[in-house]
Every structure is written in C-alpha cells, then in structure tokens.
C-alpha cells in the first residue's frame, strides 16, 4: 500500500537541517512580559488584574471572554506595570497586559489530577480554564472543538504531526524529546469521545518519531501510528482528514461534519498539562530559524517575551535579515520587528538574508497549468486571482475561491512569480466577510 497522501502538493526545500537537530533549550526572560488579550480565534480575554498586583507565574491575569475565548496566564512571577497597547506580531497596536519580571520565576501550586477520576465536563473544564487553544495556527479555543453537538458522531481524533513547513522542527522535538506526553494528551480527549480512535500522523521523513510514538502505542487499542507521505501541505486540516480517512470537508463544514477532531502535537502536551497536571498554557517551543540566525535552535519559549530575546538566545544574526517570518514560509506571515510578543499560536520565527519574494519580477500569466496541477483544493487558483483584481467576488465565490486553503503552493510554483495566494486570500477573506453579514 502506498503512503497516505492527497492529490497535488509540493515538495519545497525544508530546511528542517538547520535546527531539528538541536534538542529544546528552556529558556529564561530577561526582560518585561508583553501579554496580548487577543492571542486566539474568538473574544479577547478580559484583565482580571490592575497595576501594582504581584502575580506568580501560572496565575490568571485575563479571564474568558465569552463561549469562544479562553483565559490568559501570567508566564513568570513579578509585578503588573499596565494594561498598554503594544505591537504584535502582525504590526497591530493591541491592548496588553505588561508584567515586570522579578526574575524569581515563582509559580502557583497546580491542582494535578487523575483521568480516571474526571468526568467529560470536567475535562472540557479543565481545558478551559487552562487557556488551550490550537497551536498549530489558527488559535482555535480548543475546548470548543472538543464540545461537538453530537460526540457520538467522532470517529476519529487525528493528532497532526506532520509539520509540513519548511524550516519548523518544534513539533519534532516535542515528539522525540516527550512522546509520551502526546500520547497522554490523546487518552485524554479519546476519553471524551467513546466511539473514536486516535490517529497520530506523521509524515515519513520523521522515522525516529515514527518508530518512538508506535513503542509507545503498541498495546492501546484505540491508538495507530499513521505514516504519511512527505508533502506540502499534508498538515493542512483538510489534507490530513482525506489522507487518513479518504473523507472531504469544504469551506462550509467542520471536521465534525465528517466524524473528526484534528489538534496539533502541541496542543496534546497543552491538553496533558492543564488536564492531568492542572498546569495552564503558559509557554511554547518555537524554532529560531533561518539563513540569517547564528545558531537555529528550539526554544521553550514563555508567553509575552520578546522575539529579539529568542533570537539572542540562538547566538544572534550573523546577517541583517531583509526577511521576518512569524510561523512557516508558506503559511506564515512577515513581521515588521522582532520587539514583538510571543503568543500562543507562535510557531517560530524565521530571518533570512534575502528577501527573494520581494526581489521577483511579476509578469503576466502564460497559462502553463502548474498551479492547477499541484492545487490540492483542485481549484484555478490563475483565474481566482484575476477575479480578485478586478474585485468580482460574485465570479470569485462561483469559481468555488472559497475552498482555498490559502498555502501557498500556487504562488510557488509559478513561474511567472505571480502572488496567487496573496490575491486570492484578500477576495477570500472579503467574501468570508460578506458572507457572515447575510
């Protein structure tokens, strides 16, 4: 049989050589903690501190703003400068709550229980209030996904390991280095759905994950190890529903719709800790990477600490980067500065000497049919982009526009450097939004 995969794709340098090898190295802030309330999919969280309050790490600052919003925990102990606006990854001006580090790292006591003791609603609780959300990108709060109408409808909870991003190896490291909390993580939300069995996906050019999460899961029944082929995007939820359950979703379904639950290897751990150890999501690994860094590496990275420090931590530049990337080449997006926070969804950081996108020469298309080729939403992603400049969404939406899954593949491949993603996600997010007010 051969490996599970998708129609289309591509095969990108990966550039994975440069820091899958460098174990993950915890790392201390040295400077003030910059919280954003805003670090997840849904309402921004709510301050439940004021200036002046001493705080421990593990300890709420913001609380949930609603159904679809988690609340935020404090990732070193010190003391609350503010509540100020301050620039994000992005290059937005947000509402942020400044700690001051005291740099005696205290924490609170965390209520540790046992899965056996919990109930459902207890679970999905402890997920809650423990700020999970998915770390895969999107910053969906994740006990939302977890709370289906129908539970009994989930046959399939899929632990996307795939890590399909060129240059991003935190997933990797986390697999090798604590498998055993994945694995933790995954009886954990398989408790919650008792007709489901978990898959855990990983692409084939992790053997040593592969071989190390399948030791592991020999003898759980509800639990395979899947090995997929090496592919851009094979992490997209859509692509890895189809490649291991052969099932479809489009724009207008959830994962749910086709009996599965997709979360990402670190927000298993996330799950685990705030579950089994009632510890709050309070840091990350994420890669520094990239042509321009001294020394790439894995960082555990607490929330709210500056870019630049992380990049200091990996020896420096040892050339001006022309570049930003905040997450992977493909899907990620450019910052304006390294003095921004690390959040919840921040995947890596990657600097590059040249910023060979900007230096391309765009010219008219020559209709050779690449991006269609390799579209794995087998879409025209060519004609959706002149749609999009000449603003007819109504042709946009009917040439189905919406089924982008906006990675970059198209943009890629082009060889008369055309910015398909770009265009086509600007129409796709106005027809989102126009679609939302009907």
């Keep these: 049989m051969g490996k599970l995969t998708f129609r289309g794709g591509i095969h990108p340098y990966e550039g994975k050589e440069l820091s899958k090898d460098h174990p993950i190295e915890k790392y201390l802030p040295k400077g003030d903690l910059v919280y954003p309330l805003s670090q997840h999919i849904g309402a921004p969280s709510v301050p439940c501190v004021k200036k002046g309050d001493s705080v421990l790490a593990g300890q709420k600052i913001a609380d949930a703003g609603g159904f679809v919003s988690v609340p935020l925990h404090a990732s070193v102990s010190g003391t609350v400068k503010g509540i100020e606006k301050h620039l994000n990854a992005t290059g937005s001006m947000v509402d942020c709550i400044v700690i001051e580090n005291d740099q005696q790292y205290q924490e609170v006591e965390y209520q540790e229980a046992r899965l ?10 402890r997920i809650k209030e423990g700020g999970v959300v998915g770390m895969g990108g999107a910053g969906f709060p994740t006990h939302v996904k977890l709370a289906p109408k129908d539970p ?3 046959e399939y909870v899929l632990v996307n390991g795939a890590e399909c991003e060129p240059y991003i190896t935190s997933d990797y490291r986390r697999m090798l280095e604590e498998p055993e909390k994945v694995v933790e993580g995954l009886k954990v939300i398989l408790k919650l759905f008792d007709s489901a069995k ?6 084939d050019n992790k053997p040593d994950c592969i071989a190390k999460l399948k030791e592991l899961t020999k003898d759980e029944p509800r639990m395979e190890v899947r090995e997929m082929m090496t592919k851009y995007p094979q992490g997209a939820e859509r692509q890895l529903i189809f490649a291991n359950t052969g099932r479809a979703i489009n724009s207008t379904m959830l994962p749910a719709d086709v009996g599965c639950i997709v979360d990402n290897v670190e927000t298993l751990i996330g799950i685990h ?3 089994i150890k009632g510890k709050p999501l309070m840091e990350r690994v994420v890669t520094v990477s990239g042509d321009a860094v001294e020394k790439p590496g894995n960082f555990m990275a607490p929330f709210g600490i500056n870019h630049r420090e992380l990049v200091e931590a990996a020896g420096g530049l040892k050339a001006e980067p022309q570049k930003l990337i905040s997450g992977g080449p493909m899907m990620g997006f450019a910052m304006v500065t390294m003095d921004a926070p690390v959040t919840k969804t921040s995947s890596s950081i990657l600097l590059f000497k040249e910023d060979v996108v900007a230096k391309s020469l765009e010219t008219a298309c020559i209709n050779c049919g690449r991006c269609v080729e390799i579209c794995p939403s087998r879409i025209i992603p060519s004609r ?6 000449r603003k007819d969404e109504a042709s946009f939406v009917a040439w189905n526009g919406l089924e982008c899954v906006e990675c970059g593949s198209c943009s890629y491949v082009c060889p008369a450097k055309r910015q398909l993603k770009q265009a086509i996600g600007s129409m796709r997010k106005t027809a989102l939004a126009n679609r939302k007010k009907k």
């Design 198 to 203: 978990g898959y855990i996906c990983i692409e």
């Design 152 to 154: 009994s409808k989930i």
């Design 273 to 275: 800790n705030a579950v």
């Design 116 to 125: 056996e003791d919990l109930t459902k609603e207890e679970i999905l609780n």
């Design 384 to 389: 959706l982009a002149d749609f999009s400049k």
